[in-house]
């Protein structure tokens, strides 16, 4: 199984969306996955430019010459997409948005045959259609800070036609990468329900009631 996250976090390595993702993918790989984490703040995206060339001149074929196909060759193939981003004014984050707005060049009916075809990079037989999972981390400790980020998820995953199969949602982030001393130890058992759900993505390609519950009791109860 191929898994790649997109961390949309402005910090990039040093975010707190990473020290979930990074506890995810650790766990799918010891589940034997294979994993890439892009951190869309080290690469150069471009925002659309709303031409639609991708689609009337041949998917692939973006008018702007950035990042965009070297990440979308490493995401080809992948069986399950992570989104990753930090919550900006209850929202997902700038970068994120370009990038999915990006993502237009693959979301023609068409692309998905055609697009091996006009750029070699990307091989028809390792496209495919993979599942979603969306990972975010909040300030406050009001879980509705998510509420904007989880409908937009399950639009993208409807007009993208792919299952989504697991939101992971935590508020007060910034207790992940600086815990005060006496919150060391849920931040520790978070983190480690955070490997659990991605070795049970690996499994069960679907994160279990039980899990679900643990994670979205968030630090407090764990
Ligand atoms: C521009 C900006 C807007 C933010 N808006 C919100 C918000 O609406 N609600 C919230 O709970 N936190 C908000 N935050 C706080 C971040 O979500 C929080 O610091 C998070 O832990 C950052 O994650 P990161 O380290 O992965 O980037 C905002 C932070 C920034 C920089």
Redesign the pocket.
């Given at each position: 199984m191929k898994i790649v996250a997109i961390n949309g976090?402005?910090?990039g390595k040093?975010?707190?969306?990473?020290i979930m993702v990074s506890a995810f993918l650790r766990g799918a790989e010891e589940a034997g996955a294979n994993c890439i984490n892009i951190f869309l703040a080290e690469k150069d995206i471009k925002h659309c430019k709303g031409c639609h060339t991708c689609w009337t001149r041949g998917p692939g074929q973006c008018v702007t010459n950035d990042d965009m196909l070297s990440i979308l060759s490493e995401m080809s193939g992948a069986n399950i997409i992570v989104f990753a981003?930090?919550?900006?004014?209850?929202?997902i984050?700038g970068l994120l948005k370009v990038f999915m707005d990006r993502m237009t060049m693959i979301g023609s009916p068409h692309s998905q045959k055609e697009l091996s075809q006009s750029n070699n990079q990307i091989k028809s037989a390792e496209l495919q259609i993979p599942k979603l999972i969306m990972i975010s981390?909040?300030?406050?400790p009001?879980r509705k800070?998510f509420d904007v980020v989880s409908l937009w998820i399950n639009r993208v995953a409807e007009k993208m036609q792919m299952g989504l199969v697991g939101e992971i949602y935590a508020?007060q982030?910034?207790y992940?990468?600086s815990p005060p001393e006496e919150f060391k130890p849920k931040i520790n058992e978070y983190i480690i329900l955070l490997q659990e759900a991605g070795k049970e993505i690996v499994t069960h390609l679907s994160l279990s009631d039980a899990i679900n519950n643990d994670l979205n009791r968030g630090f407090a109860s764990v």
């Open positions: 976090s402005a910090k040093e975010s707190n969306t990473n981003t930090p919550v900006y004014f209850g929202n984050s981390n909040c300030g406050l009001d800070e508020t982030g910034k992940l990468t």
